[in-house]
């Protein structure tokens, strides 16, 4: 670790960093916890005779098509508005104070739904108010950790909130194998009480944990500012580093003030800014449209028709996202975002053709222990493909949005992003039954149709942001770089005045 008493040549990944973005991005592990046991739940029988209905033909309990989708989707419904109305509380109350707000709504819904006894809805009305609390983290984490985080290792440290998204799930997947076969309301109980724990750590962490360094220098704590990147960096006060980041920060300030305040709709209307609200709207739309949260949503009930365990099958699939997490967060700062995210799309479409060729081609679904081979090849599939949605596209693109937006618009635009993300969230979640019982395993070609967009989308549209810092990327948005061109852009030695004039002249030509 760096000292302070001498100026090192560079700056050091320090332990305050690395305690601050451990603590953040427990934000992810609430969401990926929370994902994992819903999938679980469906399949536990105690869950499934409290909450589903009776099929006096079969003796049995079940969820319908629309209870699965409102009890599985409301937590979306809920992420959605928590993603939409977190960014303004954000700029007012701070970063590091939201999120803490945030978890303790979290904690409320859990209340709601471990105190239900028999009642579904009161199931989906706890999860649309955790929902709230998740859709707000999943902003504030990435901007808190963006904002905050040395730009050396700012892909790195943003994409540890997908990280513990996939320990959480892996997490939830372990305890509901555990659990499932408890005669009582404890097989799913002790799963979602264990789950109060995250939130409460991170609540009562982000108390004791510093604003962002480029919140503070927003609201005119230069001071606070300094000193935070200081303890951030492990360099003094006065290392050059630390000088040039504050320097571009009140250079890209002095940019925006010279503009005068602006309306909420230039998020659209701003120099080159229909363009970066579009294209944060379409990645973090394209994450979800990669089918990923069809397996880790309906994984127990999609393998159950292979004839394979299939909560053993959820196990298998959250330790390989877990576990391939880990080469994206090394890589991505070796290779960059853009080879990644096409690589990524490209090897998800491949699996996507694979898996849903043999499920409707292959499998018997009336008599799956008729083609065990087929089965297997399938959960292989799966695999490869959670391999790959791990380490480039569940990774990389929560930091890559991050980094698409100026500091007047980042709150604001990554809401509308991650709320795109939510509403996807919701609709897969909502209508996989409907869809899975109409075409069966052919729901997979759609899924790598949408792959292969995502990887063309990425090549023509997203700045290789790798090494930059952030003001470095608003001003190669403004001046047009283009993207299969950025990794060999020079960044000028200070912000383009040409850019400063653009906007003083389209604010002089308004009425």
Not at 466 to 478: A, K, N, S
Request: hydrophobic residues 50%.
């Amino acid at each position: 670790m760096s000292s302070t008493s001498a100026t090192p040549s560079h700056p050091y990944l320090t332990w305050h960093t690395c305690i601050l973005v451990l603590l953040a991005s427990m934000g992810g592990l609430i969401f990926g916890y929370d994902l994992g046991q819903i999938g679980g739940f469906l399949a536990t029988p105690d869950f499934l005779a409290r909450f589903g209905e009776y099929d006096p033909l079969t003796q049995s309990y079940y969820f319908s098509n629309v209870r699965a989708g409102l009890v599985v989707g409301l937590l979306a419904i809920g992420n959605l508005l928590g993603a939409l109305i977190a960014a303004p509380i954000a700029n007012r109350l701070g970063r590091r104070r939201s999120i803490s707000y945030w978890s303790l709504v979290y904690i409320v819904g859990l209340v709601v739904q471990i105190s239900a006894e028999d009642k579904w809805y009161q199931i989906t009305a706890g999860r649309l108010v955790g929902g709230l609390g998740i859709g707000a983290l999943s902003i504030l984490v990435p901007l808190y950790v963006s904002e905050s985080s040395p730009t050396h290792v700012r892909g790195t440290t943003v994409s540890l909130f997908q990280l513990f998204i996939t320990l959480g799930i892996l997490a939830a997947n372990i305890i509901n194998f555990n659990t499932e076969r408890i005669p009582s309301s404890a097989s799913w109980r002790i799963t979602m009480g264990i789950g109060f724990l995250w939130p409460l750590v991170l609540s009562i962490g982000m108390l004791f944990s510093p604003e962002s360094p480029k919140f503070a220098f927003r609201r005119g704590h230069t001071a606070l500012a300094r000193k935070t990147m200081a303890a951030l960096l492990g360099v003094p006060e006065t290392h050059p580093v630390i000088a040039k980041e504050l320097r571009e920060m009140r250079e890209k300030q002095d940019l925006e003030e010279a503009a005068g305040d602006r309306p909420w709709y230039e998020i659209f209307s701003g120099p080159r800014m229909a363009y970066r609200t579009l294209l944060g709207l379409a990645l973090m739309s394209f994450q979800q449209l990669t089918g990923a949260n069809f397996f880790f949503y309906y994984g127990t009930i999609v393998f159950s028709a292979t004839g394979i365990n299939p909560f053993v099958t959820q196990i298998i699939l959250g330790a390989v996202n877990f576990i391939c997490t880990f080469p994206g967060l090394v890589l991505v700062e070796k290779f960059g975002r853009r080879r990644f995210l096409i690589g990524g799309g490209l090897w998800m479409c491949m699996c996507f053709l694979v898996f849903a060729s043999l499920g409707h081609f292959a499998l018997d679904m009336q008599n799956p222990s008729n083609t065990p081979r087929i089965g297997a090849a399938m959960i292989v599939f799966a695999c490869l493909f959670i391999a790959a949605f791990a380490s480039t596209w569940g990774l990389v693109v929560w930091g890559a949005t991050a980094e698409l937006y100026p500091p007047r618009y980042r709150a604001v635009c990554m809401a509308l992003a991650i709320g795109s993300n939510w509403a996807w969230v919701f609709m897969i979640a909502f209508f996989t039954p409907f869809i899975t019982s109409a075409i069966d395993y052919r729901y997979g070609y759609v899924f790598a149709g949408c792959c292969l967009a995502a990887a063309v989308t990425v090549y023509f549209f997203l700045i290789e942001s790798r090494g930059r810092t952030m003001e470095e990327l608003d001003t190669m948005y403004l001046e047009r770089v283009k993207p299969w061109d950025s990794k060999e852009y020079v960044a000028p030695a200070k912000v383009n005045r040409a850019l400063l004039d653009e906007m003083a002249e389209q604010r002089t030509a308004e009425p």
